[in-house]
């Protein structure tokens, strides 16, 4: 009777095992080899050669990982603020008394956020083709010149910010539009009775309701930019260059280590690319913590 007890006490731990087993193989392996192969020189066949601080210290000199820092915080900057900041207006009009068939307006804008990003990224690629894309034929039809949208260092990094917001714009009005319902009507009620403006109280009350809710957004929003990798490799498959503004922190990474076989020095721009997010998600949680708890 004892053993069956025992058996008994072991298997409630059987049954969360492969969560553990996977994560230990696809979570926490990754992450301990990275961190080793970020000391060596590997080319991915032959033996490991141990570099030291060697991966690190060519990480501070490289020019072209500087450029790929710079090509990351520009389209994210174009493409998180922008789309945040319309999210919470699509949000607060969404929950107008007067707008109908609420759920509806939730799923559409919902939609392109389970869209496959290789799908909608080939189809803006379609769109902002140098040669005879729908943006090119707009711009001669009213008698303007036509872009080199995926060449063009600074318009190439436009498109990519674009597909972003296209993306993410429906996600995060949902997220908005889940915290504006959880304000308490009497806010808006009181401030309607006074004569305030729709854009009054969006201003003063839906805004400073939900600033732990954006400050969220922004993180999360910010950890999602600073990974952008699909959107720029199938927009720009072939020929990509730092200089040419769709290479990425992670497109670097992927070809340095897959391309170039250098998966030591491709461990030691992951693990760069770490402590930058931490910067980041340090920089909200300050934010979070101290500025809104000191008002």
């Known amino acids: 009777m004892s053993k069956k007890k025992d058996i008994d006490k072991y298997v409630p731990y059987l049954f969360i095992s492969p969560f553990y087993i996977l994560f230990l193989i696809f ?4 992450i301990v080899f990275a961190g080793i192969l970020a000391f060596n020189k590997w080319d991915g066949l032959g033996e490991m050669r141990f570099v030291g601080w060697g991966n690190f210290i060519r990480l501070i000199h490289d020019a072209d990982f500087y450029l790929s820092v710079k090509n990351t915080l520009i389209i994210w900057a174009v493409g998180t603020f922008p789309m945040l900041f319309i999210a ?9 008394k007067f707008v109908k068939h609420k759920e509806l307006l939730k799923a559409i804008f919902f939609l392109p956020n389970i869209t496959s990003v290789v799908a909608v990224t080939i189809l803006f690629g379609l769109i902002f083709s140098n040669l005879d ?26 498109v990519i910010a674009l597909i972003n917001i ?9 997220i908005y539009l889940t915290g504006i319902t ?8 009181a401030a309607i009775m006074d004569g305030a403006t729709n854009f009054q109280i969006f201003r003063h009350i839906t805004i400073p309701q939900l600033k732990p809710i954006i400050l ?16 720029a490799q199938v927009l720009v498959p072939q020929g990509a260059t730092p200089e040419g503004g769709a290479m990425t922190i992670v497109y670097y990474l992927y070809n340095t280590a897959f391309s170039n076989n250098d998966y030591g020095y491709g461990s030691a721009i992951a693990w760069a690319l770490v402590i930058i997010i931490m910067i980041f998600s340090l920089l909200n949680w300050y934010l979070t913590t101290y500025r809104i708890k000191g008002e």
């Open 166 to 174: 296209w993306m993410y714009l429906g996600y995060n009005t949902i």
């Open 182 to 189: 959880k304000i308490p009507n009497d806010y808006y009620e």
């Open 27 to 30: 979570g926490l392996f990754p």
């Open 216 to 231: 969220f957004t922004v993180m999360m929003s910010t950890i999602g930019g600073l990974q952008v990798f699909s959107e």
């Open 133 to 158: 894309g729908l943006a090119n034929s707009l711009l001669q039809f009213l008698g303007l010149a036509p872009i080199k949208w995926v060449t063009s260092t600074f318009w190439v990094r436009i």
């Open 88 to 96: 919470l207006v699509l949000a607060f009009m969404i929950n107008l």
